[in-house]
């Protein structure tokens, strides 16, 4: 029987298996049978009726053959044949109606569909998973039919894919990955796209796509290239950008003062006389002690650059002069009382003249008020060096030298302070002060005038104002004090000092 044939390869059929590639999809089940079982034995009953049918038209198109052939002969045999044939496929089509009974669609069901002959093709392809039921990657426990997930080199319920950072599901068409795990787009901008510190947004891209900031070498402040340009202030200490979410205070000559740096600044003349006898012992303790009393003043900067102007033979200065040691006669306006501070803002500033006389090589000390006391003390620690050299009768020289020299004095003395607030003995040196000299007193460097140890801040602060003077990148302060530096650890402080005094020059 050759539509027997025909059966049987109409009902071997292939089940095609779903595919999703990171995004949301919903499984195209067919809601009519209720197994693939079902399905397939519907579809091959339609098969059977349709071989049914052009069986029975190939015998009767014989038979009419047969019968114009042999010109009214009897086809009896023939006729008993189709009968036969009919009868099985009935018998066959009853039993197999008698296992499956008539489902009606569902309403959710696909339409019918048809070939050019009208006869029913077999449903839409079905999605099932490969190798048994599908395992949720989140939870671990099975996935039904539904919407789901595949990504990763798994599957996942939709609200068991969630992000590593917020914990939300994600449901969006992309997310982003970070050592295989996944993210909001959003989430991981947030902790890897770099924020300004300065105006807290995303640093934006160049004209090249590429992120492009900029970044305080020593604390490490990350902020857009054009706050440069646009006037945000920095603090005159420590010389971080001030940012939105903090106010920096003003003060009377125009300079802004981070409040971590005004916790330990220094506002006016009285306020520093103990730091100036703190830094008279210390170079003492140098075997460097000087005889003669000098007046330390704290001025505005203003009246800094006024005296600077007046002084007829100063030595070099930086681009903004903090300090100043004068040699001449002239009247100059300290600060004779702390000021308030209202409002992120300096008032009441008290200031009155005061007539320097010429006693010796030196008339003063002027340092720039309202700067922290490790950094005061480091600016009078230079300019003490300054007045040393002159009143011990040291030639002329160069900026170079001369500045480089007071550099190492600030630098070691930054050295002690730091050692000492950090809680070591106060008999600890220095290398630098260590090494100054066989000959120098061996009497142990005086302690921070503030009692128990520092703020991590100000240590913080400490380290940056040695960085200031080690990375200093000017011929006269950065490249002097690195050569000097260079002698006194080598020679020691005292050799460096007689080789001065002979040569001018450091030794090599």
């Not at 995004?23 to 079902?38: C, L, N, Q, R, V």
Request: hydrophobic residues 30%.
């Amino acid at each position: 029987m050759g539509w027997l044939t025909k059966i049987l390869k109409g009902s071997s059929q292939r089940i095609s298996k779903g595919q999703y590639h990171g995004k949301y999809e919903d499984d195209t089940i067919w809601e009519g049978p209720s197994s693939s079982a079902d399905q397939l034995a519907d579809f091959d009953r339609e098969e059977l009726d349709r071989a049914i049918a052009l069986s029975i038209a190939e015998e009767e198109e014989d038979e009419e053959e047969e019968e114009r052939d042999e010109k009214g002969k009897k086809v009896v045999d023939n006729e008993s044949e189709l009968d036969e044939d009919e009868l099985l496929a009935k018998a066959i089509q009853e039993s197999w109606n008698v296992g499956s009974p008539h489902r009606s669609p569902s309403p959710h069901s696909p339409p019918p569909r048809y070939n050019n002959y009208g006869s029913l093709l077999p449903p839409y392809p079905l999605h099932y998973p490969s190798g048994g039921h599908r395992i949720c990657g989140g939870c671990n426990s099975e996935i039904g039919h539904g919407r789901y997930l595949s990504c990763m080199g798994a599957v996942w319920h939709p609200e068991c894919f969630r992000c590593h950072s917020c914990s939300h599901p994600i449901s969006d068409y992309e997310f982003s990955m970070s050592e295989n795990r996944p993210f909001h787009k959003s989430c991981y901008k947030d902790l890897h796209h770099p924020k300004c510190d300065v105006c807290k947004n995303f640093i934006p891209t160049n004209a090249a796509g590429l992120i492009e900031y900029r970044a305080h070498p020593f604390w490490h402040q990350k902020y857009c290239p054009g706050h440069e340009q646009d006037g945000t202030p920095r603090c005159c200490s420590c010389e971080r950008m001030e940012p939105v979410d903090a106010r920096y205070l003003i003060l009377d000559d125009g300079r802004k003062l981070c409040l971590e740096c005004l916790d330990s600044s220094i506002m006016d003349t009285h306020e520093c006389q103990p730091l100036y006898l703190e830094i008279q012992e210390f170079y003492e303790g140098l075997n460097m002690k000087v005889e003669q009393q000098i007046p330390l003043l704290l001025v505005e900067r203003q009246a800094l650059n006024e005296a600077m102007e007046g002084e007829k033979n100063g030595h070099h200065h930086m681009a903004e002069t903090r300090g100043l040691c004068l040699s001449e006669e002239q009247t100059v306006s300290t600060i004779s009382r702390r000021p308030r501070i209202g409002g992120y803002r300096i008032t009441g500033m008290f200031t009155e003249p005061y007539r320097l006389v010429r006693q010796c090589e030196v008339t003063a000390i002027l340092i720039l008020y309202g700067l922290p006391r490790l950094l005061t003390g480091s600016i009078l620690a230079h300019e003490m060096m300054h007045a040393w050299l002159r009143l011990k009768g040291y030639p002329n020289l160069s900026s170079d030298v001369e500045e480089g020299i007071c550099q190492v004095l600030a630098h070691m003395w930054l050295d002690s302070e730091i050692l000492a607030g950090s809680g070591s003995s106060s008999s600890n040196m220095t290398s630098a002060s260590t090494s100054s000299s066989s000959s120098s007193s061996s009497s142990s460097l005086p302690g921070s005038s503030k009692k128990g140890k520092r703020s991590e801040f100000e240590k913080k602060l400490g380290d940056y104002f040695k960085h200031q003077i080690e990375s200093d990148t000017s011929a006269a302060y950065g490249d002097g004090f690195r050569e000097g530096n260079k002698a006194v650890l080598k020679y020691g402080l005292r050799s460096t000092l007689d080789h001065i005094r002979l040569t001018g020059t450091f030794p090599c």
